[in-house]
């Protein structure tokens, strides 16, 4: 059975973030500025700064993207 497709949605004020997006620049953004392998990454969006944070690969390497 195929899994169902999904999208995330975030509404902040009157805007509103599309997470899947969101998760697709920050891992643009750690490839850009990284040569290690991605292995696992977390992210934490923050609208009222306008910024996604990430940690990746344990927490060793860490970064931003504009919302």
């Known amino acids: 059975m195929a ?3 999904k999208s995330v ?3 902040f004020g009157d805007r509103q973030f599309d ?3 969101v998760e697709e ?3 643009k953004d750690y490839r850009k500025n990284n040569k290690a392998a991605l ?4 992210l ?6 306008g910024k996604a944070y ?3 690969n ?7 993207v504009d919302l």
Not at 58 to 64: E, H, K, L, M, R
Request: hydrophobic share 25%; proline share 3%.
């Open 58 to 64: 344990d927490d060793s390497v860490s970064g931003s």
């Open 39 to 42: 292995k696992n990454m977390n």
């Open 19 to 21: 997470l899947k997006k």
């Open 44 to 49: 934490y969006v923050k609208p009222e700064d």
């Open 3 to 5: 899994e169902a497709k």
């Open 25 to 27: 620049e920050a891992k």
């Open 54 to 56: 990430y940690t990746a």
């Open 9 to 11: 949605y975030l509404e």
